[in-house]
């Protein structure tokens, strides 16, 4: 499914819509001018391609990939080669989601369920349980 978005051009305002519906939540909306303030701050390391070397990110804005990241908009991949010394060399990229970004930008987001309180579990096991013996 992932091939029928390989020439799908992502813009600043399809992607600051992704944003900004991907990081809306009930209690706070996102404004479109900041969305696409990140929108422009984060495509400007892409230029007109799909995917960037991590290296060449600060950590401020290694901070806000891993932010997009979490709502699947980004991922990462790497690669891996040997040296002429024999030692192995790991390269980290960051690529752009297109699937997700189009689905975001377009309202299809889907509803996170609600996972009931977990300490609810413990109180239905019997006490002789946590007997040691």
């Known amino acids: 499914m992932e ?3 390989d020439d799908v051009i992502i813009t600043i305002d399809v992607f600051a819509r992704a944003i900004q519906n991907g990081l809306s939540r009930p209690r706070r909306t996102l ?3 900041e969305a696409t303030m990140t929108a422009m ?3 400007n390391f ?3 391609g799909d995917r960037i070397i991590d290296n060449m990110l600060e950590p ?3 901070d806000t ?3 997009l990241e979490d709502l699947d908009i980004l991922e990462t991949e790497r690669e891996e080669t040997t040296l002429w010394d024999g030692r192995e060399w790991r390269i980290h990229y960051w690529v752009l989601n297109k ?3 189009m689905k975001l930008a377009a309202g299809e987001v889907e509803e996170k369920v ?3 309180d977990i300490g609810e579990v413990y109180e239905e096991i019997p006490d002789e349980i946590w007997a040691r013996y």
Do not use: C, K, T
Request: a negative charge; aromatic letters at 24%; charged letters at 40%.
């Open 99 to 101: 699937e997700r970004i």
């Open 31 to 33: 404004s479109f001018e």
């Open 65 to 67: 990939f891993y932010m």
């Open 3 to 5: 091939e029928e978005y």
């Open 41 to 43: 701050h984060i495509l």
């Open 46 to 48: 892409f230029g007109f």
């Open 114 to 116: 609600e996972v009931e």
């Open 60 to 62: 401020e804005d290694r």
